[in-house]
């Protein structure tokens, strides 16, 4: 700040300058300090600044890292039958996929489920069916889900199958093949629901076609049952 010229009215330019450094708001904070030459104004207006400057500045510390995402637990899986349906012919499917037939897996990946995470499960089956002989099938199958489902895919590729060794292909054909007579159940029922609303004289084709995917759905949960 240059004083040349101005010896009376010194501190009358300093406050100026100063007021055109720090602005309007900050000038108080000077003039309180009692300016009295250009050394003090230079430490003045470098203290504000340097106030100002901190005062815009994140706080770092409260700045948190968000935490993946939690993996999912077999454990924490709801134990209604439908669920548990479910659970037991995925883990079926992953862990003999042989004794079960990649026909039936196919038709089991297919079906609605309940429970919104083994879905996930089911839907990554579903994408890795052609790896089905394959002796990496279960990490074919984990490399497919979202990294929080891994752990639980991995879970149901090494829990207990409740059945003695000498049954054990008869009982993951048996649990894969419930899964899809409830799904056929379901169309059964959907099909039923649609020609009651049908009206079989104004849509004489419609009505036919639902009466023979009802025939079709029934002959295949009979040739189900039979297998």
């Given at each position: 700040v240059e004083l040349q010229g101005h010896p009376a009215g010194g501190q009358h330019v300093l406050a100026g300058a100063v007021h055109e450094l720090v602005?309007?708001?900050?000038?108080?904070?000077?003039?309180?300090?009692?300016?009295?030459?250009?050394?003090?104004?230079?430490?003045?207006?470098?203290?504000?600044?340097?106030?100002?400057?901190?005062?815009?500045?994140?706080?770092r510390s409260s700045v948190q890292e968000q935490p993946a995402a939690e993996a999912l637990d077999l454990r924490k899986l709801p134990t209604d039958p439908a669920t548990r349906l479910e659970r037991d012919a995925l883990m079926a499917m992953l862990q003999y996929p042989s004794e079960v037939g990649a026909d039936l897996v196919r038709r089991a990946s297919s079906v609605d489920f309940v429970d919104n995470t083994l879905s996930v499960v089911r839907d990554a089956i579903a994408t890795s069916i052609e790896h089905i002989a394959s002796p990496d099938w279960l990490s074919r199958v984990a490399a497919e889900v979202p990294a929080p489902f891994e752990t639980l895919v991995k879970q149901l590729g090494v829990a207990p199958i409740p059945e003695r060794a000498e049954l054990i292909g008869v009982y993951c054909r048996g649990v894969s093949a419930a899964l899809v007579d409830r799904d056929l159940?379901?169309?059964?029922?959907?099909?039923?629901?649609?020609?009651?609303?049908?009206?079989?004289?104004?849509?004489?084709?419609?009505?036919?076609?639902?009466?023979?995917?009802?025939?079709?759905?029934?002959?295949?949960r009979r040739a189900l049952r039979d297998e």
């Open positions: 602005g309007e708001r900050d000038v108080r904070r000077v003039d309180v300090l009692g300016v009295r030459d250009e050394r003090e104004v230079g430490r003045a207006v470098a203290s504000v600044r340097g106030a100002s400057a901190r005062a815009s500045e994140p706080d159940l379901r169309q059964k029922r959907d099909l039923l629901g649609t020609m009651q609303r049908i009206d079989s004289v104004a849509e004489p084709e419609r009505y036919a076609q639902v009466q023979r995917d009802l025939v079709r759905v029934e002959a295949e």
